[in-house]
Nanobody, 114 residues
Framework: VQLQASGGGLVQAGGSLRLSCVVS????????MDWYRQPPGKQREFIAA???????NYADSVKGRFTISRDNAKNTVYLQMNSLKPEDTADYYC?????????WGQGTQVTVSS
């Protein structure tokens, strides 16, 4: 299983980005998909999750600004990020959470300038 995240970049405060994470293999439809982020010098933190039924969950820090979604036909999970703030600057990681374990992708860097 491999996870490939993309879509990061440099954006001004108030702007938007959409992150994508493509999952190889046949496990996508079985997995709860998460997004995490790790700000510079800080620990990795949970951002959002979408389960196999489409139910979503968000950290308070991004609720109302970020939207997680999944496309099972494309084995892809998305994170639409609006109204970005400088404190959203971090490496963003996707995770496939399965009953027997988790698989992490590499990070994609998001930098929000003030």
């Amino acid at each position: 299983v491999q996870l490939q995240a993309s879509g990061g970049g440099l954006v001004q405060a108030g702007g938007s980005l959409r992150l994508s994470c493509v999952v190889s293999g046949s496990i996508f439809s079985l997995a709860t998909m998460d997004w995490y982020r790790q700000p510079p010098g800080k620990q990795r933190e949970f951002i959002a999750a979408v389960d196999t039924g489409g139910t979503t969950n968000y950290a308070d820090s991004v609720k109302g600004r970020f939207t997680i979604s999944r496309d099972n036909a494309k084995n892809t999970v998305y994170l639409q990020m609006n109204s970005l703030k400088p404190e959203d600057t971090a490496d963003y990681y996707c995770n496939a959470r399965l009953p027997w374990g988790s698989h992490w992708g590499q990070g994609t860097q998001v930098t929000v300038s003030s």
